[in-house]
Each structure stands twice: as C-alpha cells, then as structure tokens.
C-alpha cells in the first residue's frame, strides 16, 4: 500500500505574528518555519502503519508550497518516510484551502495511495479543510481529528474526538484521515535518517505535470479572497484585586456579577 | 442569482442542538442585511422531535431529509442530503456551527459544491451579497477579513459568538427526497461515546474553570470542580496538567487542546505560555490567580488576583455561591 503523508509548514508554535505593512498577510521576517505539528503526528502514524505490516508499504511526503517548504520534506523524510514530491509552481500562490486541495489531490490520484494522512488544521490558517475536500475530491471516505487508528485489511476504524467525547468511525480504504494529538508520539529524526535524508532526491511536481488549467488553482481558483489582516484588539489594563485571600475572592465575585455581568 | 440563508440543524440525542439556534441569530441578521430568508436543513432518521424544535425557531422553512441510510452520520450521506437540500432551497449561503460535525460536513460539501468556506468566523456579515468574515488565524494570534467569491458561500460559526434565538415561529416543514446511494457511504459513525459526564464541552462552555500544574494532582482539581459546579462551568487545565496525568487530554485548552470563546475564563495557577493563551484569548472576560505577581497571564486577563489558590479558589467558591443563592 502506498501511504500518503501530507506536510505543511508554518510557523513554530512560538513565534510572534506580525502584520506586513499593507496587512496583506505576516510578516515572514524572523519567523522559522516547521513542520505543522499535527502533521508530524500523520508522518508517525504512515511509520508505524509501514513497520506494522511489514509488506511493500511506503510512506510519501507531500507538501505544496514555496522552496522553504523543503524543509519539512527533509524532516518527514529523516524520521522515515521513504519518498517526498515537492507541489510548487508560481501559479500555485495564494489558493485558498480548496485550491490546494485540487492540486494535492491530483498529485496524489496517479499514486494510488491507500491512505491519506494529514493533520487535524494547519496551524498556520487553521482551516481544516484541505484533507475533507481532497478526500471528496477522491471520491473517498474521511475521518478527522483521530487520536486511535486501526486498519484491518481494508477497512478502517477511527476513533475521533467529538464535542464531549469521542465517536467511531468505521471506513473502508482508501480513505483520508486527519490526526490529533493522542494519535502517538512522533519520533525524533535520528542523525542517520538526517543524513539519508539530506541525500534522498525530492521529486518536483509542477502545474504542467498535473490535468489542471491555471484558472483552477492558486488565486484565481480560489473561492474566496482575503480582505485584510488585523491584530488582535487590545484589552484594556488588568484590574488586580489587593487584600487578603477572603477579601480578593469577595471583591472579585462582586465584579463577576456587578462589573463585567458574567456570573 | 438564488438568493437565501440555510442553517445546518445539528442533532445530537435525537434532539437540535442548542448551538444551531445560536447559527440561527447569525442568519437572521444576514437575512435582515438582504441575503434572503432563513430556513433550516435537517438531516437523519427518526429526528421528529428535531424537526418540531426547528419548526418553533424563527424561521421560513425546515427542509428534511429522511432515510434510514442516514440514521448514523456519515459525510458521503450528509453531503449528498445536503446538496439536495441547497438544490431545492434556492439558498446560496448555508452557515454550520463550527463543531466536529459542523466542520466535517461544511469542509466536504463545500468542496463537493464547489463553494467558497470559511471555518470558525467570529463574525459575518454581507457585501452585496457576498459574505464578508473575520476568523482567527496562526492559533488566534491574529484575525484575518475575507470575502467569498464563489455564488455558493458556506461558513461555520463558532460557539458562544451569537445568542441563542428564541422559539416563536411556525415554519412549514418541507420534505426532500435525496436519493442516497447507500453504495456510495464507505464510511460511517459507530458509535458515540461521551466523555464529559453530560457537562458542556470546553468549545461551547459559557464559563471555564481552568487549572494548571500548580494544582498538583488530579484529586485537587475537585477544588475547581466545586467552583465550577456553582457557575454551571466546565472545567480545562493546561497542557502541563494533562502531562503530569492530572486531567485526560479532552480538557487541554491551547494551541494542541481546545480552542475555546467563553464568556468568563478563569485560569487558575496557569502561568501563561504562548500555547495555552491562543486556545482561550477570545474569552470575553478572564480572571487570572496566580501567587507570581509577574506571571505573563495577568497581561492577558481582565481581573487579576495574586495568591496561593488553594486559599483563594475555596473562598471564590463560597463568595460565588452566596452571590447566586440572593439572586
Ligand atoms: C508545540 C507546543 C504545544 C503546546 N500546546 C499547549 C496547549 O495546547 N495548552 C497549554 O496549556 N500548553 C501548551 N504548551 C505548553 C506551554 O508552553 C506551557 O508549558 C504550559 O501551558 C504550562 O502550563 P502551566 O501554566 O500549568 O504550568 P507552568 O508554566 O509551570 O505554570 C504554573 C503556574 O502556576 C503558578 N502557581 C504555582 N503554584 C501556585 C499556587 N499555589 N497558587 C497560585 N498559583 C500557583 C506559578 O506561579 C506558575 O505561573 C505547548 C507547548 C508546545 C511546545
Ligand atoms: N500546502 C500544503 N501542503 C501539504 N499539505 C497540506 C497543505 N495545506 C494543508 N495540508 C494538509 O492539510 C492539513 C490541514 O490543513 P488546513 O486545511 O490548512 O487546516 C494539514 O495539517 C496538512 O496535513
């Protein structure tokens, strides 16, 4: 089976956002870029499927996006995943998550895969989007926000989270998951892997590679524009509250319920 | 062009919902900005007791699917209902609350539809018909305005950002026959385990109590438990909470927990990272105890107490608990 491992990179979860000067998008300026952390949870999980069935599996990295986005190819690829396509092409920028989708989607068709992988949203436009509309686009069933996986020949039952507890989901394959935290513990690259991976040939696809038209992907065959950025509205000062322990806790229920009138 | 709003009903237990009616404030105030009437989608088998709650909402009309293919969710199923749905309904906004459900449908039939998608809008509004939205984006930490282009327009709205709308109406109920290739669903719900005890789940409590590593053990969250049972809140924890085992993960707030919008936060013996503040800063107000007058979480809250909490918390309790019983 041939799994497919779908990477994206943004930026680490420390960095601080600013606003480029005509709020068109972030300023790329200091930001370093890694592998969207749920993604690394996808990586894990092709890994271990691979390592479990011990047949002719293999795990392909994916990502679509500019030169840097080699990177987190580099990555997937020295933690174990055995190939990686780089999706570049300029007429690529700035499509929305279902642009994207169109893109990855006819890359991934000519491969077969059995099992798509991706994260739960990209921590970058947290849209979680891009893996159900691939899956539609493949015409194949989708489980999202999955912390437990279990592939029995072809089927597939997915343990996800829902609001207040989990729900199953049983699949058939091929089919396109998306992971959570809880899914495993991603491994660390070891200094091997690191140097295969430095070595390994990362394959380019561009649009002319792929059954698309210009007017498909990337901007204009997005469904949607972006209007501006803003920054987060300031709040106002905090007001601390002095006194001893019983004191404080009086005079901040009353504020709850008489100031800000939410209890 | 068509012209009208539809809300997705999300049934859970049989019955609506109570987000959906949040969904449906949204669209009346879409619909009085000239984007149509309001009618509700419904989707399922043996979901009467939904489709007579959606009927009292103030709304046009409830669409129905009915099958017995569709009586477990299932995306292909769902999506192919709701097609239909928009089909007959003429609408060309359809708005879902941005929860599990909510996203795994409106991300797959806005793809199936091709249809412009905005996931987890804080706020929406018209521009000559096109939806125009705010949404958090790089993990809240800044918001991004867009606009769709598309003549099919879907967004999810999160909890907690619109009132819920009262029932007063008498919609007409309208029948659709989708017909549901049961071929066609590769893919199914089981099962559905809750987890929470039937309290409200962190992404549309209205009142949060949240603990961190300071609170030392799992048994010691019962003090925020206590707090939380006299304001009807659920209770969240830090990520270092929930790696010491405290707390299961389900009740990890943050940037790899739950993203959560509040009324009231109150974050207790949290320091303050960048991680756990992008999961809650959309909170209406916060409440920030801490014994480190320097922790990074009082430049986020509103009220700010500086103490031990295992002092601090009891009394708060108690306070609270007189306040509510006078009013
Ligand atoms: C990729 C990544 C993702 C992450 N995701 C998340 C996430 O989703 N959610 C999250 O929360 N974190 C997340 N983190 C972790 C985050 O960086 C912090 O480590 C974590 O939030 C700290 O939890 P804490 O505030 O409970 O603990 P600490 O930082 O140890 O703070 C404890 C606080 O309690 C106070 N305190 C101690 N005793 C008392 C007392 N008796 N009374 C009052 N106050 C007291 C201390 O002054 C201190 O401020 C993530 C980190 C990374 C790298
Ligand atoms: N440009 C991309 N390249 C590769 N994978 C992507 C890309 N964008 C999104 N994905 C995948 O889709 C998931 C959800 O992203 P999003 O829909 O942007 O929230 C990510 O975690 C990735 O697995």
Same mark, same amino acid.
């Given at each position: 089976?041939?799994?497919?491992?779908?990477?994206?990179?943004?930026?680490?979860?420390?960095?601080?956002?600013?606003?480029?000067?005509?709020?068109? %998008?972030?300023?790329?300026? #200091?930001?370093?870029?890694?592998?969207?952390?749920?993604?690394?949870?996808?990586?894990?999980?092709?890994?271990?499927?691979?390592?479990?069935?011990?047949?002719?599996?293999?795990?392909?990295?994916?990502?679509?996006?500019?030169?840097?986005?080699?990177?987190?190819?580099?990555?997937?690829?020295?933690?174990?995943?055995?190939?990686?396509?780089?999706?570049?092409?300029?007429?690529?920028?700035?499509?929305?998550?279902?642009?994207?989708?169109?893109?990855?989607?006819?890359?991934?068709?000519?491969?077969?895969?059995?099992?798509?992988?991706?994260?739960?949203?990209?921590?970058?436009?947290?849209?979680?989007? &891009?893996?159900?509309?691939?899956?539609?686009?493949?015409?194949?069933?989708?489980?999202?926000?999955?912390?437990?996986?279990?592939?029995?020949?072809?089927?597939? &039952?997915?343990?996800?989270?829902?609001?207040?507890?989990?729900?199953?989901?049983?699949?058939?394959?091929?089919?396109?998951?998306?992971?959570?935290?809880?899914?495993?513990?991603?491994?660390?690259?070891?200094?091997?892997?690191?140097?295969?991976?430095?070595?390994?040939?990362?394959?380019?696809?561009?649009?002319?590679?792929?059954?698309?038209?210009?007017?498909?992907?990337?901007?204009?065959?997005?469904? /949607?524009?972006?209007?501006?950025?803003?920054?987060?509205?300031?709040?106002?000062?905090?007001?601390?509250?002095? %006194?001893?322990?019983?004191?404080?806790?009086?005079?901040?229920?009353?504020?709850?319920?008489?100031?800000?009138?939410?209890? | 062009?068509?012209?009208?709003?539809?809300?997705?009903?999300?049934?859970?237990?049989?019955?609506?919902?109570?987000?959906?009616?949040?969904?449906?404030?949204?669209?009346?105030?879409? /619909?009085?900005?000239?984007?149509?009437?309001?009618?509700? @989608?419904?989707?399922?088998?043996?979901?009467?007791?939904?489709?007579?709650? *959606?009927?009292?909402?103030?709304?046009?009309?409830?669409?129905?699917?009915?099958?017995?293919?569709?009586? *477990?969710?299932?995306?292909?199923?769902?999506?192919?209902?709701?097609? *239909?749905?928009?089909?007959?309904?003429?609408?060309?906004?359809?708005?879902?609350?941005?929860?599990?459900?909510?996203?795994?449908?409106?991300?797959?039939? @806005?793809?199936?539809?091709?249809?412009?998608?905005?996931?987890?809008?804080?706020?929406?509004?018209?521009?000559?018909?096109?939806?125009?939205?705010?949404?958090?984006?790089?993990?809240?930490?800044?918001?991004?305005?867009?606009?769709?282009?598309?003549?099919?327009?879907?967004?999810?709205?999160?909890?907690?950002?619109?009132?819920?709308?009262?029932?007063?109406?008498?919609?007409?109920?309208?029948?659709?026959?989708?017909?549901?290739?049961?071929?066609?669903?590769?893919?199914?719900?089981?099962?559905?385990?809750?987890?929470?005890?039937?309290?409200?789940?962190?992404?549309?409590?209205?009142?949060?109590?949240?603990?961190?590593?300071?609170?030392? /053990?799992?048994?010691?969250?019962?003090?925020?438990?206590?707090?939380?049972?006299?304001?009807?809140?659920?209770?969240?924890?830090?990520?270092?909470?929930?790696?010491?085992?405290?707390?299961?993960?389900?009740?990890?707030? #943050?940037?790899?927990?739950?993203?959560?919008?509040?009324?009231?936060?109150?974050?207790?013996?949290?320091?303050?990272?960048?991680?756990?503040?992008?999961?809650?800063?959309?909170?209406?107000?916060?409440?920030?105890?801490?014994?480190?007058?320097? @922790?990074?979480?009082?430049?986020?809250?509103?009220?700010?107490?500086?103490?031990?909490?295992?002092?601090?918390?009891?009394?708060?309790?108690?306070?609270?608990?007189?306040?509510?019983?006078?009013?």
């Amino acid at each position: 089976m041939k799994i497919v491992a779908l990477v994206k990179s943004v930026p680490d979860t420390e960095s601080k956002i600013k606003i480029n000067a005509d709020s068109s %998008g972030i300023d790329p300026q #200091g930001i370093k870029f890694v592998m969207n952390p749920y993604d690394e949870y996808a990586v894990e999980e092709g890994i271990r499927i691979r390592e479990r069935l011990k047949d002719d599996t293999t795990v392909i990295a994916i990502s679509l996006g500019p030169d840097r986005v080699v990177d987190v190819l580099r990555t997937a690829l020295a933690m174990g995943a055995d190939d990686a396509i780089h999706v570049n092409d300029p007429a690529f920028e700035g499509g929305d998550p279902l642009a994207n989708a169109r893109v990855l989607a006819e890359v991934i068709r000519p491969l077969g895969a059995g099992l798509i992988l991706g994260g739960r949203q990209g921590i970058d436009d947290d849209a979680s989007q &891009t893996i159900p509309a691939i899956a539609e686009l493949l015409g194949i069933p989708q489980a999202l926000i999955v912390t437990e996986l279990t592939i029995d020949g072809g089927n597939v &039952t997915a343990r996800r989270r829902i609001e207040g507890g989990d729900e199953v989901i049983e699949c058939t394959l091929p089919a396109a998951v998306t992971c959570e935290k809880g899914l495993n513990e991603p491994r660390y690259a070891s200094l091997p892997g690191i140097m295969k991976a430095k070595k390994k040939e990362i394959r380019k696809v561009t649009l002319a590679d792929l059954p698309l038209e210009a007017n498909q992907v990337g901007a204009a065959g997005s469904r /949607s524009k972006m209007v501006r950025y803003h920054a987060l509205p300031e709040r106002p000062p905090v007001k601390m509250i002095a %006194g001893d322990a019983a004191q404080q806790a009086k005079e901040l229920a009353r504020l709850l319920r008489e100031e800000a009138k939410v209890i | 062009m068509a012209n009208g709003i539809l809300v997705f009903g999300e049934i859970r237990g049989g019955g609506l919902k109570s987000v959906t009616r949040e969904i449906v404030t949204a669209a009346a105030e879409l /619909s009085a900005a000239g984007g149509g009437p309001v009618a509700i @989608a419904l989707i399922g088998d043996g979901i009467d007791a939904a489709v007579t709650e *959606a009927c009292a909402l103030p709304v046009e009309k409830v669409y129905v699917v009915r099958d017995t293919q569709l009586a *477990a969710y299932s995306t292909q199923g769902y999506t192919a209902a709701l097609k *239909a749905i928009i089909a007959q309904s003429g609408a060309n906004t359809v708005l879902f609350a941005a929860t599990a459900m909510g996203k795994d449908l409106s991300a797959r039939a @806005a793809a199936a539809c091709d249809a412009a998608l905005f996931t987890d809008c804080t706020e929406i509004a018209l521009n000559n018909g096109a939806l125009h939205i705010k949404r958090p984006v790089y993990s809240g930490k800044v918001i991004v305005e867009m606009e769709a282009t598309a003549p099919l327009q879907f967004a999810s709205i999160r909890p907690n950002v619109n009132a819920p709308a009262a029932g007063a109406g008498s919609a007409a109920v309208v029948e659709v026959a989708a017909a549901v290739d049961a071929g066609a669903i590769q893919g199914r719900v089981k099962e559905v385990t809750a987890t929470s005890g039937g309290k409200k789940d962190l992404t549309e409590a209205e009142v949060i109590v949240s603990g961190g590593r300071s609170l030392k /053990s799992g048994d010691n969250f019962k003090i925020l438990q206590d707090l939380a049972d006299v304001l009807g809140a659920s209770v969240g924890a830090s990520r270092a909470a929930v790696d010491a085992g405290y707390v299961p993960h389900s009740m990890q707030v #943050g940037q790899t927990g739950k993203v959560v919008n509040p009324k009231l936060y109150i974050a207790v013996g949290i320091s303050g990272a960048i991680q756990h503040l992008v999961g809650m800063r959309t909170s209406k107000v916060i409440v920030a105890i801490n014994k480190d007058e320097n @922790a990074p979480i009082f430049q986020k809250a509103d009220y700010g107490v500086v103490g031990d909490l295992f002092e601090i918390v009891p009394h708060l309790t108690e306070e609270c608990k007189q306040l509510l019983a006078h009013s």
